[in-house]
Each structure stands twice: as structure tokens, then as C-alpha cells.
């Protein structure tokens, strides 16, 4: 999670990148999967040396430099990782079916049960719903299940050390140096994604200095524990501190009138009255309630889904800037209490297929052995490995691409 002007570290899809879980190969996460391993690299210890004396003229102390860089070493995966974002860019409608996966929306019911009493009383000190709430942790981290085991020192020192975010990543060194100066946590309990973000919601350094909260009241900010409850209410402070108003949706999907030319975009605010008199109406008919000024946005294109969105919209995009990660996290938000999918239709891909070609061909894919998990529409790496092996057992030319003449010979 980044403070309100972030660089979206992975890109559109931000949280919806690592791992290679589910049908398309893909998770909402940025936790890694195992341990990055640190070499050696005399450059690299180098700047440390060179680091530490600038980090004792902003106040850090001895002591907590030396603790900290006890066992730091360089990650060359790390920068990697950094480097090779781009080519997980996903459509919004990969990025929905993945984020509001049935098992996504199962696991969050259970986590809302779970800890509702933590939940309420979160949404009673700071006023933000339980379920959004729930939503970014389900998107950040999976309900804390993949909170990342990178340890942070280390993670930021490479990224300082390398140069592409220089500037930005030595800000976030020197706040995780602050943090564990204040003694919210300890250097082998900091841990976190390759890319420094932390706990249940992946807060990066400068925005936990800024917003999280000791909830538990035991003295300590700890965003690391598997108690959850730190992280929640920091995530709930985050939102309040930036203007989230209770009872307000953040968005409502909406019919446009034939012939709708817009505008569309957050740029373009009208109140709902003045939409609706634009022939714009909810998904049942209906008017839109006036919840405040309100803009459309059409990500897929006029004939695809479109969605009314408030002020609370624009408060989940100073979590992450991406329109996608907005939809994301509100639309789970609204499956988790309830309210019904997305019921606009998306293009067709590239190929021609939609998603329910996709999850059949998926079905089938599994039904003559050729594994690609839990049918989910999403093209990631193990479905294009089932795909090339089915083409490769049946004579085919070896693509690892869907098609609707291999969903015909899958029938």
C-alpha cells in the first residue's frame, strides 16, 4: 500500500500479480512465495556503509542501525522482481474474476465472521464499513495469508541500492529504520513483500509513520502479528484521515441509454439527478440515489460494464491509484455482503472467447487430465502449460494459446 500519490509498484493489476494459484495462475497478493536468497556483492555493502552514515544524520540511532543491518544482504530477485512487472498486466475482467473469486468471497465471509467483533468496532471508531475494510485485506494479502516473508531492511536497501527508485526507496528505508527505532516491531519480525510493503495490508513505511494505529492498545503499532487487528483499524485510519464518508457507496453499476456519449472518466462529476437525466439508470431500472456528485467510468468501453461512482471511490484509489484495484476492492466489498456479480458483459478477448468459453475450455482442460486448478476464466501460466501439452499429446501446433477451434476439440 502506498501513500496517495504512489507509483503503482506492479502496475495496472497492482495486488493481483504473484503467485501462481487458481486456473489463470494468478493470486491477489504481493507476498512472495518463498524467501528470497541474498548474495554477495561488495558494491552493494559498499553503499550500506555509505547509507548508515545518512541515516544517523535523520535521527537514526546507532544502535538501531547496527541491529538493523545485522544481517542484511543483497536480493537480487528483489530487483528482478522490480524490473518485470509489466508483463502481468491483466484485463479489468481477468482482474475482477480473480479478486472476486468465489473463493475470495468465501474466505472474506469467513474473515468478516470471524472477526466481526474487531471489525465493528473499527467501523464504529473510524466509520468505515466492515466489508470494505475486509476487502482491501482480502485483495492486499488474502486475509493474511500471504502477508509476505522478505525481510524489509534488506528488500529496500536493494532497491535503494539499485537505483531505479532510488530517492523514493532510501525515504522508505528510512522510515522502517524510524519504525523499528519506535519499537513497533523487531528487524527479524519486519518482513514483507519485495517491495517493502507490510502486514495484513501491505502498508509501505512512510504510509505506516503516517496512519497505523495501535488498536490493541499494548504500546506497539504491529501490523506483523497474525492478530489482524492493528492492521485493520490502520487500513479503516487510512480511509477516514482521507475523506471517507460512511453510508456512501463507492460505486453503483449502471445502464447507459443508447446512444450515451458521456462524458466518462473521474473527471466528469454530475450529481445522479443530472444522470439520470442522461438516461443513465441502475441495473434494475431504477434512478440512483443521490449519494453526492458522481462520475462514470466505462473501462471496457461503452457496450461493457459501466459504473456510477462517489467520493469513497476516489478514497480507495489513495490506497492504490489504479481504476482497477478501485473496482476490485468495492465490488468485493458488495459480494461479501451480499449484493449480486458484475451483470454487464465484457468484450471478448483476443482471441474471441469470453469468460465462459474460458472457464469451460478450463473444465475440459481438467477433465482429460491436463491440470489448470480451479476454473476461473483467467489465462495464466498453468493454463497455457495444460494448453501446450494438450496440443502437444493430440499433434497440434504447440501455441499454449486458447482458441475457440481448441475449445471445439476439447468438446
Known sequence: MEISRRTVFLGLTAALVSGC???GG??????????????PNPAFDA????????????????????RAFRDVGYLPDVIKKDRNQTEFKRTLEDYIAIAASDERIRMGKTALSRHGSTLSAVESRYGVEAEVVTAIWGLESKYGTRRGDIPVISSLSTLAFDGRRGAFMEKQLIAALKILQRGDTTPEKMVGSWAGAMG???FIPTSYQAFAVDFTGDGR????????SDSLASTAAYLQRNGWRRGQPWGVEVQLPAGFSGPTGRGSKRSPDAWAASGVRD????????HGSAAILAPDGLSGPAFMVFNNFNVILRYNNAESYGIGVGHLSDRLVGKPPIKGNFAPDRYGMSIDDRKEMQRRLNAKGYDVGTPDGVIGSKTEAAISDFQRANGLDVTGQPSKALLQQLR
Open 283 to 290: 441495473m434494475n431500472g431504477r434512478q440512483v440515489p443521490n
Open 21 to 23: 494459484a487458481g486456473g
Open 47 to 66: 553503499w550500506v556503509a555509505s547509507f548508515k552514515g545518512r541515516a544517523a544524520a535523520q535521527g537514526v540511532s546507532q544502535g538501531v542501525i547496527e
Open 221 to 228: 503499532r504491529d501490523i506483523w502479528s497474525d492478530d489482524p
Open 26 to 39: 494468478s493470486n491477489v497478493s504481493r507476498s512472495s512465495a518463498a524467501s528470497v536468497r541474498a548474495v
Open 200 to 202: 495484513h495490508t501491505q
